[in-house]
């Protein structure tokens, strides 16, 4: 079945730095990806969504240079936090799909990423 | 705007027993709907992905059924194990949109 890892699993990071999360199809060209934000004890919240080779779709309210997304190829896309502060610690999740168009193809996540800024 | 609530928002139920989960979303115009499950920590595992001609899936003690004209979906989970317990997302999917739209969960919580 589709494979989705996501990189890393937990990271700690200090107040003003940045820090990237990798996201990978492993067994299928992932057209289109998906990160999400999820808060404690809370259902997902929809950041953006990319297809490769193009800018990413930002929801309202989720600052575009806050959240730096690159989907530059069909297996990898990355969401980079500039200038963390402890307001964004949160879990961060993708998701993948290979659909194209069609409305019969479910997504794939990743495993998610803990954040916490200090 | 697309709305999904999961009734209950918890769930603590002894092992062995049949359960239902509720989902309803408010517009019936979907592409398909999918429960996931969430571990702890963890990311999101499909259980079952139903398309909006389908009526329901089912995949070993699970079950889902899909009234779209509605805007309801059931998880059934048949002799439950401690081993279900977990958050069950249920998300639909749009027409005309590619992404999913999440409710809040059901924390279920499966005790010898």
């Known amino acids: 079945g589709a494979v989705v890892s996501q990189h890393p699993s937990r990271v700690i990071c200090k107040s003003g730095t940045s820090v990237k999360i990798e996201c990978r199809s492993l067994d299928f060209q992932a057209t289109t990806m998906f990160w999400y934000r999820q808060f404690p004890k809370q259902s997902l919240m929809l950041m953006a969504t990319?297809?490769?080779?193009?800018?990413?779709?930002?929801e309202q309210g989720v600052e575009k240079d806050k959240f730096l997304i690159n989907h530059a190829s069909l297996t990898l896309s990355t969401l980079t936090v500039t200038s963390a502060h402890p307001e964004d610690s949160s879990f961060y999740i993708c998701?993948?799909?290979?659909?194209?168009?069609?409305?019969?193809?479910?997504?794939?996540f990743g495993s998610g990423t803990r954040l916490t800024v200090v | 705007k697309q709305e999904v609530t999961q009734i209950p928002a918890a769930l603590s139920v002894p092992e062995g027993e049949n359960l239902v989960l509720n989902c309803s979303f408010t517009?019936?115009?979907?592409?398909?709907l999918q429960w996931f499950r969430q571990d702890p920590g963890k990311g999101l595992t499909s259980l079952l992905l139903i398309q909006s001609s389908q009526r329901e899936q089912t995949s070993g003690r699970l079950n889902a059924s899909l009234d779209k004209s509605s805007g309801r979906s059931t998880l059934y989970i048949a002799a439950s194990q401690p081993g279900d317990s977990a958050t069950y997302l249920c998300a639909v999917r749009p027409g005309g949109y590619n992404k999913l739209i999440f409710g809040a969960g059901t924390r279920l919580a499966v005790h010898p």
């Open positions: 517009d019936s115009a979907i592409y398909n």
């Open positions: 998701s993948a799909t290979s659909g194209t168009g069609g409305a019969n193809y479910g997504y794939t």
């Open positions: 990319s297809n490769e080779g193009s800018k990413a779709t930002y």
